[in-house]
């Protein structure tokens, strides 16, 4: 699974941001192998319209999933539109929130 995540740092270790349009950084993860690819974010300064932009943005990478820790409402419309799943109020680091994410994801599949 193909999961993208905003983060406050280049580093999979790196704490996931609270503000999603104003991330520093996008890490795209590979959720099988944990590797992963970092893209920084363009639109992080952006006085307004960032997370629209980002949202547009990660859509071109056709994540399976979204993983922040807040997000607005017209960015998580732009990515539920593309019917790509987003789970904000995430906490921590991009490892762990990706492997609980992998780790829920699992359970609901099997249930």
Not at 62 to 67: G, I, M, N, T
């Given at each position: 699974m193909r999961v993208v995540?905003?983060?406050?740092?280049?580093?999979?270790?790196s704490d996931v941001s609270d503000d999603f349009?104003?991330?520093?950084?996008?890490?795209v993860v590979d959720t099988d192998t944990y590797d992963y690819h970092v893209i920084e974010n363009e639109f992080a300064d952006s006085p307004e319209g960032a997370g629209v932009a980002v949202a547009k943005?990660?859509?071109t990478l056709?994540?399976?999933?979204?993983?922040a820790g807040g997000i607005g409402t017209h960015g998580l419309d732009i990515l539920r539109k593309a019917n790509i799943f987003v789970?904000?109020?995430e906490e921590g680091t991009v490892y762990n929130c990706v492997f609980d994410f992998v780790r829920r994801h699992a359970n609901r599949r099997a249930a």
């Open positions: 995540v905003t983060a406050e740092g280049e580093s999979i270790d349009g104003h991330a520093p950084f996008i890490l943005a990660i859509t056709e994540p399976d999933a979204v993983l789970s904000y109020d």
